[in-house]
């Protein structure tokens, strides 16, 4: 198992669930899985850059400090 040195900061950005139950059916297709993972990577995607804009701002805040 991984251990991080301690101490360490963890910070998690936990995002809306996303429900593809509606859009993908008892059976789909490649076209309607190839735009689920469209949206899934842009969400998961749109978390990372507020993620790092999030930290960069905190950065820069201690920096004025």
Same mark, same amino acid.
């Given at each position: %198992?991984? $251990? %991080? %040195?301690? !101490?360490? @900061?963890?910070?998690?950005?936990?995002?809306? !669930?996303?429900?593809?139950?509606?859009?993908?059916? !008892? $059976? !789909?297709? @490649?076209?309607?899985?190839?735009?689920?993972?469209?949206?899934?990577?842009?969400?998961?995607? $749109?978390?990372?850059?507020?993620?790092?804009?999030?930290q960069? $701002?905190?950065?820069?805040? @201690?920096?004025?400090?």
């Amino acid at each position: %198992p991984l $251990s %991080p %040195p301690f !101490p360490v @900061k963890i910070t998690q950005h936990i995002g809306e !669930p996303i429900d593809l139950t509606r859009e993908a059916g !008892p $059976s !789909p297709d @490649k076209a309607t899985l190839a735009a689920m993972h469209r949206r899934v990577t842009a969400a998961v995607q $749109s978390l990372l850059d507020h993620a790092r804009f999030t930290q960069e $701002s905190e950065a820069l805040r @201690k920096e004025r400090l």
